[in-house]
């Protein structure tokens, strides 16, 4: 049972845009910065967002993430299939003084 | 070019000990925090633990999963992180990740992983 709360999976056509919602409470998302990462099939993660809407500089601006109280979101556009992958939110829990994980959503393209 | 690069991993017996080691490269290694996560076969990921910096105490945090059989440390002058994991059960398999944890809880920079098995 993970801490913050993702679909388990979302699927779109190619060219399409998605959204993975990832869910949490006052202690984790509500106020701290949020991240989310890709993992393509038999590969280790990969940042994608780092501070609720920043994307590193290698990465697409087709990945854009958003935060509104206790719940952030990524949103993918212009779908390919090399998006196929799962992907995770992450953040710290100020009340556990862990670093939380969602369970991770499985995109489908 | 950063690099992180796990090893140490393998079958062991549940109750005995393995050390993973993550060697980084690519960025002045003792700036930096170390962190480790794991990801059981078909599961999602989870946090293990990290250690800070020396110039923030070199201090630790764990899992609440981990904590008192796992030891993270590291050797600043080899670029060195080390999971020195005691007391291994049948849940700690899984799939061990090195990473680079930056200020507000994210991580930038991921090893590929080692795989660590327990079983009888």
């Known amino acids: 049972q993970s801490v913050l709360t993702q679909p388990p999976s979302v699927s779109a056509a190619p060219g399409q845009k998605v959204t993975i919602s990832c869910s949490g409470s006052s202690s984790n998302i509500g106020n701290n910065f949020v991240s989310w990462y890709q993992q393509l099939p038999g590969t280790a993660p990969k940042l994608l967002i780092y501070e609720n809407n920043e994307r590193p500089s290698e990465i697409p601006d087709r990945f854009s993430g958003s935060k509104s109280g206790t719940s952030t979101t990524l949103g993918i556009t212009g779908l390919q299939t090399g998006d196929e992958a799962d992907y995770y939110c992450?953040?710290?829990?100020?009340?556990?003084?862990?670093?939380?994980f969602g369970g991770g959503t499985k995109l489908t393209v | 070019e950063v690099q992180l690069v796990e090893s140490g991993g393998g079958l062991v017996q549940p109750g005995r000990s393995l050390r993973l080691s993550c060697t980084g490269s690519?960025?002045?290694?003792?700036?930096?925090?170390m962190g480790w996560f794991r990801q059981a076969p078909g599961k999602g990921l989870e946090w293990v633990g990290f250690i800070r910096s020396k110039d923030f105490g070199g201090t630790t945090e764990y899992a609440a999963s981990v904590k008192g059989r796992f030891t993270i440390s590291r050797d600043d002058s080899k670029s060195v992180a080390y999971l020195q994991m005691n007391s291994l059960k049948t849940d700690d398999t899984g799939v061990y990740y090195c990473?680079?944890?930056?200020?507000?809880?994210?991580?930038?920079?991921w090893g590929q992983g080692t795989l660590v098995s327990v079983s009888s």
């Open positions: 992450g953040t710290w829990d100020s009340g556990l003084s862990t670093v939380v």
């Open positions: 990473t680079r944890p930056r200020v507000f809880w994210w991580f930038d920079f």
């Open positions: 690519g960025f002045t290694f003792g700036d930096y925090g």
